[in-house]
């Protein structure tokens, strides 16, 4: 019996204090989602808010949270979810962190590497990868695969926390 090989990218223990959270994402099926990022990120992105290529190490991170249910639409029977000051209010942790590392120089779909853990048992996730991520991420080619780069700039320039909604349901795409 084989042994699994370890993830390419490892677990980051302190992320909520190691990383930067740069922006919160509610989702129209209720879930949130908080983004983080590397330092050396940022700074790369306010000395240079064109910056076409992260550095070398960059890594990006999403923790997932589900929305408190408060009830169902009479007519489509869509969840409705509770709200405070427009945004999502959590019930629980989904216990999924996901990762995209830059691990190799230069832009496109081989520069990135990916992982998944659940935070609390820093297991990790059962994902096929590059698979799973990757092939929502080659959509971001022209933004070095990111889909938050909007938000980012944004927190880079103000310092402030960003919010953004997406109305897409599960894995789909939103750009900002």
Do not use: N
Not at 85 to 91: D, I, K
């Amino acid at each position: 019996m084989r042994a699994q090989a370890p993830p390419a990218v490892t677990f980051p223990r302190d992320y909520p204090s190691a990383l930067v959270k740069y922006a919160v994402v509610d989702r129209a099926d209720g879930l949130s989602r908080d983004l983080y990022v590397s330092g050396d990120a940022l700074e790369a992105l306010r000395r240079d808010a064109h910056l076409s290529e992260f550095p070398l190490g960059t890594l990006f991170a999403i923790d997932v949270y589900s929305a408190r249910q408060v009830g169902r639409d009479r007519k489509s029977g869509t969840p409705i979810f509770a709200r405070a000051e427009g945004h999502l209010v959590r019930a629980q942790s989904e216990r999924t962190l996901h990762l995209m590392q830059k691990t190799q120089a230069g832009s496109g779909s081989r520069t990135w590497t990916f992982a998944g853990y659940d935070p609390v048992t820093t297991e990790p996730l059962k994902l096929e990868l590059p698979g799973d991520c990757l092939l929502c991420h080659q959509a971001a080619l022209v933004s070095d695969l990111t889909f938050s780069l909007s938000l980012l700039k944004r927190f880079a320039s103000t310092g402030t926390v960003q919010y953004g909604y997406c109305h897409h349901p599960g894995r789909t795409a939103c750009r900002f």
